[in-house]
């Protein structure tokens, strides 16, 4: 009585596991369903370049040649699934660029460079380097003006000089912009979507640019981030550079994998003009 007692219990433990396993299957294939909806129904028409006119969405330096030395299963990240993290760098690429560029290698992580016009002029070397390890380059202006306070014709010239000169660069124009500071407005938005990018701003932000060192800035990260987060810094910043071996390490053990900001809104509705601070 009592072995019958036992094997009925595990009779129903089974039934209950298969059921959860179905009730799992039935969820995941309700969410592939609603992402096929998303995809085919309810994108905007993009301009003409990049994956099927939606140049954010597009990999990457999708050749194999350009993700060398990164592991080939981890591309690209698919972020309505995948516990994502998008790292972006600002106002470069500067002096400590490289170093950073050696401990994405190192920890087979890519990242978003939100480059400027005048410093790509400086070091053009660097952002070819910066490109051909996979990393997503996005617009980051000319010189780092306050675009709100800019005419029309002069947000236009800041952005296409900067695109312009990426695209001689790396062979490849920027599919996204942020503009500085954050700062933005109607008249700035209306230029930066006839130019065909979504304003790509961010969640988490340790202000690192006032002076703060390595532990401080890898402390307020890791403080802060969520899953589908936008994370700002400056590669500009020694001590910012410093603290992403750490952040790294601590966010992989937490989960997470590490997106461009192409792959993090990819599997987002995403408008050209319009602001993104996080994948929600
Ligand atoms: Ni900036």
Known sequence: M????????AALALVTVVALGAGLAIGMAGLGVVAVVDDVHLLPEGPAEGVQGRPWAAPVAA?????????????????????????TFDDGPGPHTDALLKT????????????LGEMVAERPEVLRRTAEAGHQIGNHTWDHKDLTGLTPAQV?????RTSDLVER??????????????ASDRKVAKEVAALGMPEVIWGVDPQDWRGMGADEVARKVLKEVQPGEI??????????????????????????????????LASAVVQPGAQYRRLV
Not at 2 to 9: E, G, N, P, R, T
Not at 63 to 79: F, I, K, Q, S, V
Not at 104 to 115: G, M, N, Q
């Open 231 to 264: 994370v700002l810094l400056h590669d500009i910043r020694k001590p910012s550079v410093a603290a992403m071996p750490r952040v790294i390490r601590t966010l992989k053990k937490r989960g997470y994998v590490f997106a461009t900001v192409s792959e993090l």
């Open 104 to 115: 994405l290698a190192a920890e087979k992580v890519r990242a978003t460079f939100f480059v």
């Open 169 to 182: 660069v790396t062979g490849r124009r920027p599919a996204v912009m942020r503009p500085p500071y954050g």
């Open 63 to 87: 050749d194999a040649e350009a993700r060398r030395g990164l592991r080939a299963d981890a591309y690209p990240h698919d972020c309505s699934v995948e516990k994502c993290v998008a790292l």
């Open 2 to 9: 009592k072995k019958l007692a036992v094997a009925l219990m």
């Open 156 to 160: 236009r010239s800041q952005l296409t």
